[in-house]
């Protein structure tokens, strides 16, 4: 199937600082990312949708100003966490699929954050 | 989006056969099933899934009731590599919708 990658995997900040999660398609254009965030012993929440080339759609809750996300490229999808704080610290997993209606979505293995 | 009720969890025994319940009671003409599973962490995993008529891959089979109100993903045979949360989403055929997770299902496989 599909490769998306994402990167770090873990990655520890310092609270007040940013951090930033690349996530890759390697194998096909992904015209559609999702980014999700997951708590310890819960399920996945989608924070935004972000397609190539226009703004991202943030999900109600979400802080657009605090989760910048940049589609800039039908390759690349970014997540940055400006200002972290212990709260923030997640499990971050980003999604992405083609533009074939109802394919599969592929998703990356995920970044530990802990904003320490 | 129409909803799915998973159990919260299963054990199964190693080599032995597993069928995860999924009851969409409310799925509508256009929802496709499908099951992805996580590993601890990792990021799920595409496992299968299907409209009507029942599917099978590599990794597992998609019993489909004949009202669609339900489904069971079938394990042929468990392994330890298997335990994970799997969860059952419906997704409508249009373009960019995202997939909205339950809790799913955490399976325990025993040795």
């Known amino acids: 199937g599909a490769v998306v990658s994402q990167h770090p995997s873990r990655v520890i900040c310092k609270s007040g600082t940013s951090v930033k999660i690349e996530c890759r398609s390697l194998?096909?254009?992904?015209?559609?990312m999702f980014w999700y965030r997951q708590f310890p012993k819960q399920s996945l929440m989608l924070m935004a949708t972000?397609?190539?080339?226009?703004?991202?759609?943030?999900e109600q809750g979400v802080e657009k100003d605090k989760f910048l996300i940049n589609h800039a490229s039908l390759t690349l999808s970014t997540l940055t966490v400006t200002s972290a704080h212990p709260e923030d610290s997640s499990f971050y997993i980003c999604?992405?699929?083609?533009?074939?209606?109802?394919?599969?979505?592929?998703f990356g293995q995920g970044t530990r954050l802990t904003v320490v | 989006d129409a909803k799915t009720t998973q159990p919260n969890s299963m054990e199964s025994n190693e080599e032995e056969p597993v069928h995860l319940p999924c009851n969409h009671s409310t799925i509508s003409g256009t929802d496709y099933i499908h099951w992805y599973r996580q590993l601890p962490s990792q990021g799920p995993e595409y496992v299968i899934h299907g409209l009507t008529s029942n599917v099978n891959n590599r990794m597992a089979s998609l019993a489909i009731a004949e009202d669609r109100k339900s489904s069971t993903l079938i394990l042929h045979r468990a392994t330890l590599r298997d335990a994970a949360v799997y969860y059952c989403?419906?997704?409508?055929?249009?373009?960019?919708?995202?997939?909205?997770f339950g809790p799913g299902t955490r399976l325990s496989v025993l040795p």
């Open positions: 194998d096909f254009q992904a015209t559609t």
């Open positions: 999604s992405a699929r083609s533009g074939t209606t109802n394919t599969e979505a592929f």
């Open positions: 989403i419906l997704r409508d055929n249009n373009y960019g919708q995202n997939f909205v």
């Open positions: 972000s397609n190539e080339g226009s703004k991202a759609t943030y």
